[in-house]
């Protein structure tokens, strides 16, 4: 038994380092989460390692032999002392990292430019401000095929905004961006596994999250909240340009007073559009 429990503890500790299903590489300011996450590693692996020993150590140490016996000690002032200190550094030095990452991330640099991502069964559309740098106001009562965000059409300041209603979300490299985030059904989650960043979207209310993209590329968004059957495939892609690529891609794109009515994009998934069509 103790040569099991050896085994395990440095099994486990092997597995983690040698690990093929480690963090993809990052592409976004939040190294400080990925630290957090160190620590917390490096903590819970030192304390299991430790207590796994301890008890192999015990159990070696302590068998069973004929004639001995054990001391009775239920209470011990020092120990308990000890533990309830040493514990209480642990969770403290596993908590703080994570309030100081936390207290930047819901606080959005004053010069991060908006984006709104609405989430529904199963799919992510995109909203950007437009020349006048503000979004417009938004309504559920104003949704239809044509306004399929629920922009308000008497407010002035949504005609311009840009919608992507089906394509992919594109953002400039090295600016920060805060997400504003909407649901139009149940919650749902939005995740780019490389941004290290993340947030629930919840009918009836405006989320937000913010991040700074550090490297171009193509990423995948995925829901990271289950949400009905075709969960699993609702994802979008999110593409980090550098500026003048990302400057042609805008000015490609439609605005609210240009969105025109068009049949919904089709379901990326087979099951799902067969589905559909027999509900039909
Ligand atoms: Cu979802």
Sequence with gaps: MPLILVLIAFGSVAFHLLSPWWWTPIASNWGTIDVTL???????????????L?????????RHRPGQRAAYEPESRRLEGWLTAVTALGVAAMLAPGLAVWAQFVRPPAEASAVEIVAQQWRWSYRLPGADGRLGAVGIEYV?????????????????????????LHLPLGRPVKVLLRAFDVV????????????DAIPGMVTSVWFTPTRTGTFEAICNEVC?????????????DAE????????QQKTFSTFAARP??????????????EDR
């Design 228 to 240: 009905g059957v075709n969960h699993y495939a609702m994802r979008g892609r999110v593409v980090v």
């Design 144 to 168: 239809s095929d044509e306004n399929p965000l629920g922009l308000d059409p008497k407010d002035p300041a949504g005609r311009d905004d840009v919608i992507v209603d089906g394509g992919d």
């Design 244 to 251: 003048p690529a990302y400057r042609s891609w805008l000015d």
């Design 38 to 52: 160190i620590i917390t590693f490096w903590i819970t692996g030192a304390v299991f390692t430790v207590i796994l």
């Design 264 to 277: 919904l994009p089709a379901p990326r998934d087979a099951g799902l559009r067969r589905r559909l069509a």
């Design 54 to 62: 301890f008890m192999a150590y015990c159990l070696a140490r302590f």
């Design 188 to 199: 749902h989650n939005f995740y780019v596994p490389e941004f290290r960043a993340k947030m």
